[in-house]
């Protein structure tokens, strides 16, 4: 997945990414939802030093992973918003092959989080490969896959 082959076929982007995922108490990390089609999702963020998972060398590198989880997450709730439904909870079942070329990332740069979808099950499970890139389209920060779960329901 592209930018551009993303951007052409959506509308009401860029938006904010909050009201399209089930993340409460300070736990969505991304902030803007930069793209999204059938194939997949691009989001935005900025490395911040008030972030909840900042450290003193910057945002450590494990995070990615939640990025691209909330990036896939926005990309649901974007689709489920296009139906009038409201965004559904989903779960993180792994991660293979995540690699970060730095083990952090320095504050006040944004991120670009890109995920493409391989796959989603009749079960609820998908399939996603993604990376992370500073937002000039310099070299990737990181890459890797996920698998995660949406049920048709969870008990609260």
Known sequence: MT???????????????????????GMCLLRTLVAA??????AETV????????????IPA???IE???QTVAA?????????????????????????SHLPHWPFDRTVRVIASIDFVADNGVTQ??????????SKPLAEGSLTLYRPDSLPI
């Open 47 to 58: 490395t911040r030093r008030d972030d909840l998972f900042a450290e003193a060398a910057g």
């Open 3 to 25: 930018t551009s082959s993303v951007s052409q076929r959506t509308s009401a982007l860029p938006c904010p990414i909050a009201a399209l995922i089930p993340h409460a108490r």
């Open 128 to 137: 996603v490969n993604g990376e992370l890139r500073w937002a000039d389209g």
């Open 37 to 42: 089609d059938d194939r997949g999702a691009i």
């Open 75 to 99: 990309w649901a709730g974007y689709q489920a918003s296009a139906r009038g439904e409201a965004p559904a909870p989903g779960l993180l079942l792994g991660s293979r092959r995540y690699r």
């Open 62 to 64: 494990w995070i990615g």
């Open 67 to 69: 990025w691209l989880a």
